[in-house]
Each structure stands twice: as C-alpha cells, then as structure tokens.
C-alpha cells in the first residue's frame, strides 16, 4: 500500500500533466495561427508527451491499486502576443512541474517509499531534459527569431521533430 499523502499528490499530478498537453496545445494553437506551422508542429509533439506523462502517473497508481480521481483540467492561462511569449512560458511552466515533481519524490522518500522514488527517477531527468529544450528555444529565439530568414529557418528545424513514445514502459 503506498502513503495517503504520496498518492494524493501523484494523483494530482495527472491532472497537472494533462493541464501541460493543454498549455501545450495552446500554445501550438497559437503559431499556428501566426503561419509557423513548425513551431505548432512542435508544441503539439510536446502535448502529446504531456498526455503520456499523465497516463504513466495514471497506470502507475492503478498498478498498485490506487483509485484515480480525474479533476477538471484548467484553461490555458498564458496571454500571448509576441512569438516569445509562449517559450519563456514553457520554461516557466517547467521549472514549476520540476517543482512538482521534487515535492512529490520528497513525500515519497519521507516514508522510504522506494518504488515511487524509483518510478519517479525517470521523471525527474526528464524535467532536466524539459527545461534544457526550453532554454535552447530561447536562445535560438533570440539569436536568430528578429530576422525573418533566421525564424524561417528556425520553423522549419522545428517542423522536423517526430512524436516519440516515453522511454519508460509500465
Ligand atoms: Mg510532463
């Protein structure tokens, strides 16, 4: 049986992890609207990723026999104007899932639940991952995004990423 409290806040983070594929779609609905179909192709790849991160918390708790509660997912919350807006975003939503996913590994190792710090070690590389994408795509933002050749080029390099399935398997 795994902690009341470490099961409260996996939970949670299912909602949390398919509020980011929402944030996420929002955000591609955003360049896609602005004719940067490379960055919309790589923020729907991305919210795909955040309902794969919810479906592992999701069939991690059903695999030790946790119920699930699935809450109502909030709506996007960022305001955006400027082609930057939706990245410095994005990096700042996941530096608060890291957050997240820290407190819940915190609870976990609190009562020596070792299989959900175990479980939770392949998420918490991946937020590293997360906020490394997230920085490269403002800096190359801001290095090459204020030349209409360079955003061009930018979107197209962005067109070329591929949905890949989570390395982790339950
Ligand atoms: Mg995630």
Request: glycine share 2%; hydrophobic share 45%.
């Amino acid at each position: 049986m795994l902690d009341a409290k470490v099961v409260a806040l996996l939970n949670d983070q299912v909602n949390k992890e398919f509020f980011s594929a929402y944030l996420y779609l929002d955000f591609s609905n955003f360049y896609e609207a602005k004719g940067l179909a490379g960055f919309a192709n790589w923020y729907k790849i991305q919210a795909q990723e955040e309902r794969d991160h919810a479906m592992l918390f999701y069939q991690y708790l059903h695999n030790n026999n946790c119920s699930v509660t699935l809450e109502a997912i909030a709506k996007p919350n960022v305001e955006m104007k400027e082609l930057m807006d939706p990245l410095k975003a994005a990096l700042a939503h996941e530096e608060y899932v890291t957050d997240l996913i820290h407190k819940i590994y915190a609870a976990a190792q609190e009562v020596q639940d070792f299989r959900t710090t175990q479980f939770l070690d392949w998420f918490v590389k991946e937020q590293g991952e997360e906020e490394t994408n997230a920085n490269n795509l403002i800096t190359k933002m801001e290095l090459f995004g204020s030349d209409p050749k360079g955003l061009y080029m930018l979107d197209n390099e962005l067109a070329a990423r591929v949905y890949a399935a989570p390395s982790l398997v339950l």
